[in-house]
């Protein structure tokens, strides 16, 4: 709900500075955008939000034909390059469709890349915590940097049986993070010297910290 509202406002803002830069422009071309601007600008900001609201329906990317019949835009050139903006835009913290499965999926990727101390560029390397970062950044999904505050993050997992896959491992009293991959698997950034690789989950019930599951849960 924020992101939405924040999209809204940076919608607006985006008219409004389009109804300013196109009004004096004389040229026939730029009537019908110069028009359209006007129209959204008399636009008060409650109708304008309620109707972009109804047209992105949650979607990253708006109907822009439904959201121009809804201020009534019919095709303007000036919303169809909002739209594409707002579709060019970050996900932040929204999840959709995202799952556990796309975790692991994308996490799979960075195989081979090395451990190194701090590292979150995978040109260069990444340790545990900042590898795990850069996977749920891939999907949209923000995550702070460091293992004391991922561990926070998501909802408690009660044990090792229950975990799936995409969930967060973390061991040894925050010590280190991996992504379970199902069927006693995880994949992590270990130790300097070794890369990021899928192994036997080593955690076990008696070192884990915690499991935290971020999004919804992927198939066993």
């Avoid at 004389?26 to 008399?42: I, L, R």
């Amino acid at each position: 709900m924020t992101e939405a509202i924040g999209r809204i406002h940076s919608i607006e803002s985006m008219l409004q500075q389009l109804s300013q830069g196109v009004r004096p422009q004389a040229s026939s071309a730029s009537t019908t955008t110069s028009d359209a601007a006007g129209t959204v600008s008399s636009t008060d900001s409650a109708s304008f939000a309620q109707a972009l609201s109804s047209a992105v329906g949650g979607s990253a990317t708006p109907d822009v034909s439904q959201l121009s019949s809804s201020l009534g835009l019919g095709g303007s050139a000036a919303l169809s390059g909002i739209a594409g903006a707002l579709s060019s835009a970050g996900t932040g913290t929204a999840t959709g469709a995202v799952t556990g499965d796309a975790v692991v999926a994308d996490a799979k990727k960075y195989v081979g890349v090395p451990y190194v101390w701090g590292g979150t560029n995978p040109a260069v390397g990444m340790d545990c915590s900042g590898f795990v970062q850069r996977v749920f950044k891939d999907l949209g999904v923000d995550l702070p940097r460091v293992v004391s505050d991922q561990m926070r993050q998501g909802t408690p997992v009660a044990s090792l049986a229950q975990a799936k896959p995409g969930d967060l491992l973390v061991s040894f009293g925050g010590e280190h993070i991996s992504i379970y991959l199902g069927n006693g698997k995880a994949i992590d950034a270990p130790v300097p010297g070794q890369t990021i690789q899928i192994r036997n989950a080593w955690e076990q019930q008696s070192n884990l910290t915690a499991i935290r599951r971020i999004v919804p849960a992927g198939g066993s």
